[in-house]
């Protein structure tokens, strides 16, 4: 295939042609005839979401492997890394290999996490073709997945000994405000008084449990990175720690200010805070303190979403409105396309050692994402492909992409799909 006068994200104009899967040449102009005139359009490399709930096995009402894969492909994402809670949890061999059979329908590439509970098997899960271990969490969140210091220290060691990335899910429950539940929690849905979730979560315990977690990973030298940092103090934290962290979509560009109009679905864990932390969360994503974006794509029914505060599900959708809405940020001229690029794609595949992925350059897999930059539409949840049907940025806009191709196989091209041709990046 070759793709014509397509301008990549530090603005050059480039001819690009694939072979057998990779990207064969960059060039300023390649002869033979272009399959595809890309004049006007921006080539960016398919982003690399690693931070991702599938739901299978055990929740595929919610989502299967196709359906969020094709999301995924839909939104320019070519590889996804699925988290450990599900039913069975991915805590030992039994439960990788059965949501490796499931991943097998995926439309992009992928990668599975392991998980850490009293009952985890690491020699069982260690021995698989592992990504990275986590989503570890430190205070329960969906699967009811919280562990203890002592087993949280256990479990980094053990990875470090291994040299795999920890991914941490950094909330120290004693430092919850328990007073909040004793407030007007209000109706269901999106009637629900969902700032009260904001308040009980308090932010300021993200700031002690990340801060917790890069003490433990220095002590076994382990690479730590930091799921979903939703504050100034968090991100700060990890950084001044020598972690890693990602801020989702949600974090982004939501705020409590919201939490009136979203109801339940905006509940999330860790939850939406304050406007002028979004705030400084942005500016972090912006000047590059912030390595990554990742969704944290957790979708619910609307069903179990019209629920009560205390009772309904934490998660949003987010796998397809990912790129769409950083991309709207970088034609308003928000964030840069570089910017853009490391934070969904460079970055990602440095810091989780995936060297075929990543970047637009010769020798790396064809996973690539058309677009044209001023195709600027509103984001609607039926138009969407995930299986819940609805989206927390309903009524925004965003970009979206034209063509996706994984390892230069077209995977989705102006709203039809091609084959399921992902597989595991790790064999």
């Not at 991702?52 to 894969?69: A, C, I, L, N």
């Not at 990788?96 to 069982?124: H, M, Q, R």
């Not at 063509?403 to 039809?416: A, F, I, N």
Request: hydrophobic share 35%; charged share 30%; aromatic share 6%.
């Amino acid at each position: 295939m070759l793709i014509a006068n397509a301008t990549l994200p530090d603005g050059r104009e480039r001819d690009v042609r694939i072979a057998d899967g990779e990207i064969d040449a960059v060039e300023p102009s390649l002869s033979g005839d272009p399959d595809v005139d890309a004049a006007g359009k921006r080539l960016f490399p398919g982003a690399i979401d690693v931070h991702v709930h599938f739901r299978q096995p055990g929740y595929s009402h919610k989502e299967t492997w196709e359906t969020g894969s094709k999301s995924a492909a839909a939104g320019g994402v070519t590889t996804v890394v699925d988290q450990p809670n599900t039913d069975p949890a991915t805590v030992d061999g039994a439960g990788f290999d059965e949501k490796a059979d499931l991943a097998a329908a995926s439309y992009v590439d992928y990668g599975l996490n392991g998980g850490v509970t009293e009952s985890w098997n690491p020699e069982e899960l260690f021995d698989r073709p592992l990504f990275a271990l986590g989503e570890v969490f430190l205070a329960d969140s969906t699967g009811d997945m919280g562990i203890d210091a002592d087993l949280f220290g256990d479990a980094v060691a053990r990875a470090a000994e291994d040299d795999v990335t920890v991914t941490v899910h950094a909330e120290d429950a004693d430092l919850f405000d328990q007073s909040a539940r004793d407030e007007d929690a209000g109706g269901a849905g999106r009637d629900a008084n969902a700032d009260l979730w904001s308040a009980f979560r308090a932010a300021e315990a993200e700031e002690a449990a990340v801060e917790r977690a890069v003490e433990v990973g220095g002590e076994s030298d382990a690479a730590i990175h930091i799921a979903h940092t939703s504050t100034p103090e968090g991100i700060d934290a990890a950084s001044a720690g020598g972690a890693t962290c990602e801020v989702t979509p949600h974090h982004l560009f939501l705020s409590r200010d919201d939490a009136d109009e979203l109801g339940t679905y905006g509940r999330m864990n860790p939850p939406l805070r304050s406007a002028e932390r979004r705030e400084a969360v942005y500016e972090r994503v912006a000047d590059g303190t912030v390595d990554v974006i990742a969704t944290d794509h957790a979708p619910h029914t609307r069903e179990e979403k019209e629920s009560g505060l205390w009772d309904a599900p934490s998660g949003v959708p987010g796998v397809e409105t990912m790129l769409p809405l950083l991309l709207e940020e970088a034609r308003r001229e928000n964030l840069s396309y570089e910017r853009v690029r490391d934070l969904i794609a460079a970055n990602p595949a440095d810091i989780f050692d995936l060297p075929s992925k990543g970047r637009v350059e010769e020798g790396r897999d064809a996973d690539l994402v058309l677009f044209d930059p001023e195709a600027s539409r509103e984001i609607r949840g039926e138009d969407l492909n995930s299986k819940c049907g609805w989206t927390p940025f309903e009524g925004r806009r965003g970009v979206f992409p034209e063509l996706t191709l994984v390892r230069g196989e077209v995977v989705y091209r102006d709203g039809e799909f091609g084959d399921a041709v992902g597989r595991n990046v790790r064999r």
